[in-house]
């Protein structure tokens, strides 16, 4: 199957005719299901798109790392705070995993970070929404990692081998991650019912966020046609925002908790539910800066890059004593 066959609504896909050579024999390899390799060459598009996805994934890793984080301390139970702990350390390894897989492209962790930094690089919307509530760890592991697994599924088959290799071990971490949160919230709309109250308010408040989590509808989206040609991509993102509602709903039922979305319905013909999709106009605001918690999200990043500067120093200062100490021992040797 070729690039311009491919069925997605997005935008248009360099036909098969406009290919250069090299082009085309990147496309067939891609086509052929075969991974492509950091040193295999492949187009400049390709290689833009990959650090662009890969860079927004890993800074969506670390900034997430924020709104759980700040339940840490305030977990219910020693047990409670160990799992969130172990979650919270997960998600940076995540997005380590994920900017040495980027440096593969050929940038480095520290341009990808300073693009974080200075608020030219995107991460996930949902992070610029506040945690209020214990509950609301449940509700970000259920919703914002089932979500997550949803998408990253898939890109277990990315064509890129480095990601699709992370990916590998990033979903298996992902769901300890989600049934860690469906436990909370199993404890919380089983328990009191100011603890029920407490469950279904957080839901209300993630349901559309984590609906947002899979990117614009496919009419509105920039670059799936062409990064599903490369299969950087293997769904559309209604594809999984469908998928992810059709999962979710019997999972609410099963806690007796109600999806926040009136005219959400089952079509008995098609097996899908219909749902209300999230208000877009504030999805694309959120993405522009102005969510609830984008400034405090990068002023807390931006901190702890600035409080964590004496340590890089000390760290290269060490490692270029052990360099020059091997040089040294070397030409010892040689004379
Ligand atoms: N938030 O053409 P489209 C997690 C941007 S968290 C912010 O459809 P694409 C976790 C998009 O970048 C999940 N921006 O784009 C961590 C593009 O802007 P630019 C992280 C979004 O790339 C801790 C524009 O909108 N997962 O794992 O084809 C705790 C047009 O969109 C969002 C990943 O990043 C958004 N929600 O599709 C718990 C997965 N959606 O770059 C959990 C990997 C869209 O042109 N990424 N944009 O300025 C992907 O699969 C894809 O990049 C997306 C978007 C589906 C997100």
Known sequence: MYAQMVSSTGKVVKSYEDMSPDERAFQARIDAGEKIEPKDWMPEGYRKTLIRQMGQHAHSEIVGQLPEGNWITRAPTLERKAILLAKVQDEAGHGLYLYCGAETLGVTR??????LLSGKMKYSSI?????????????????????????????????????????????????????QGFD?????????????KMAQDALNRTWYPALMMFGPSDADSVHSAQSMAWKIKIN???????????????QAE????????????????TGHYNF??????????????????????????????????????G???????????????????QS
């Not at 909370?184 to 029920?196: E, H, N, T």
């Not at 469908?242 to 979710?248: A, L, M, R």
């Not at 522009?288 to 120093?313: F, I």
């Open 110 to 115: 520290d341009d990808l970070t300073r693009d």
């Open 127 to 179: 992070f610029n929404y506040p945690t209020l509530t214990w509950a609301d760890m449940g509700a970000v592991g259920w919703l914002v990692d089932g979500a997550a697994i949803m998408n990253q599924v898939p890109l277990q088959r990315t064509s890129y081998g480095p990601y699709s290799r992370a990916m590998i071990r990033i979903c298996k971490e992902e769901s300890f991650h989600q049934r």
């Open 184 to 196: 909370i919230m199993m404890k919380m709309a089983y328990g009191l019912p100011a603890q029920r």
């Open 236 to 250: 559309t993102n209604d594809e999984l925002r469908q998928k992810f509602v059709d999962q979710t709903v019997p």
């Open 254 to 269: 099963y806690l007796g908790l109600s999806i926040p979305d009136e005219h959400l319905k089952r079509d008995p013909e």
């Open 276 to 313: 209300t999709q999230p208000d877009w106009d504030e999805f694309f605001d959120v993405l522009s800066g102005n969510g609830p918690c984008n400034v405090e999200r990068l002023n807390a990043r931006n901190k702890a890059w600035d409080d964590g500067e004496w340590v890089r120093d």
């Open 315 to 333: 760290l290269m200062a060490h490692a270029e004593k052990k360099r020059t100490a091997k040089c040294a021992a070397e030409s010892g040797r």
